[in-house]
T-cell receptor
Framework: DAGVIQSPRHEVTEMGQEVTLRCKPI?????LFWYRQTMMRGLELLIY????????DSGMPEDRFSAKMPNASFSTLKIQPSEPRDSAVYFC?????????????FGDGTRLSIL | TQLLEQSPQFLSIQEGENLTVYCNSS?????LQWYRQEPGEGPVLLVT???GGEVKKLKRLTFQFGDARKDSSLHITAAQPGDTGLYLC??????????WGAGTKLIIKP
């Protein structure tokens, strides 16, 4: 079975550019999470979708960040304009349902470097 | 606000030694999950503990949930280089979110 698929795996871009990260959750999973991981702050939840609807975006750092889930099989996280402090590994995870006790299944992440 | 403190942050030991990683909180969790993350990959679930006092074993890994469901430990017996990775605990809290520990970076030297 295919797991969570993220693209690109690596992204290097200059400050001020727009960055779009993509995620395909596991088929049938209706909860989707975007996380950011850094050495300093660990794993931080950015936004949570359920049935394609954003439930909580309180973790989104600022207005430069936006996320969409136009359908059950695709989500994007966009940063515009990007800044060096946005450099991190961004993970997408999906979960079968709304039961918070169910495990989250993570993609392999996008390593983002903003120069 | 629910917090989960994980210790140690970093551990480097020789192959064959034993080790324990701790996750502690002042909050009660309905269950707690342990994940392992290898370089260049996302976290992968190892185990979920649900009942206070529960002990689960996964080969040489032993997971325990505290009686009050506020803390958990991971004990590795006779560590091997293949155990190297970042170990994360995550508590299932009062809302839809997982409360994540900061992680323990484990290096097992041959």
């Amino acid at each position: 079975d295919a797991g969570v698929i993220q693209s690109p795996r690596h992204e290097v871009t200059e400050m001020g550019q727009e960055v779009t990260l993509r995620c395909k959750p596991i088929s049938g999973h209706n909860s989707l999470f975007w996380y950011r991981q850094t050495m300093m702050r660990g794993l931080e939840l950015l936004i949570y979708f359920n049935n394609n609807v954003p439930i909580d975006d309180s973790g989104m750092p600022e207005d430069r960040f936006s996320a969409k889930m136009p359908n059950a099989s695709f989500s994007t996280l966009k940063i515009q304009p990007s800044e060096p402090r946005d450099s991190a590994v961004y993970f997408c995870a999906s979960r079968p349902g709304t039961d918070k006790g169910q495990p989250q299944h993570f993609g392999d992440g996008t390593r983002l470097s903003i120069l | 606000t629910q917090l989960l403190e994980q210790s140690p942050q970093f551990l480097s030991i020789q192959e064959g030694e034993n080790l324990t990683v701790y996750c502690n909180s002042s909050s009660v969790f309905s269950s707690l999950q342990w994940y392992r993350q290898e370089p260049g990959e996302g976290p992968v679930l190892l185990v979920t503990v649900v009942t206070g006092g529960e002990v689960k074993k996964l080969k040489r890994l032993t997971f325990q949930f505290g009686d009050a469901r506020k803390d958990s430990s991971l004990h590795i017996t006779a560590a091997q280089p293949g155990d190297t990775g970042l170990y994360l605990c995550a508590g299932v809290g009062s809302n839809y979110q997982l409360i994540w520990g900061a992680g323990t970076k484990l290096i097992i030297k041959p």
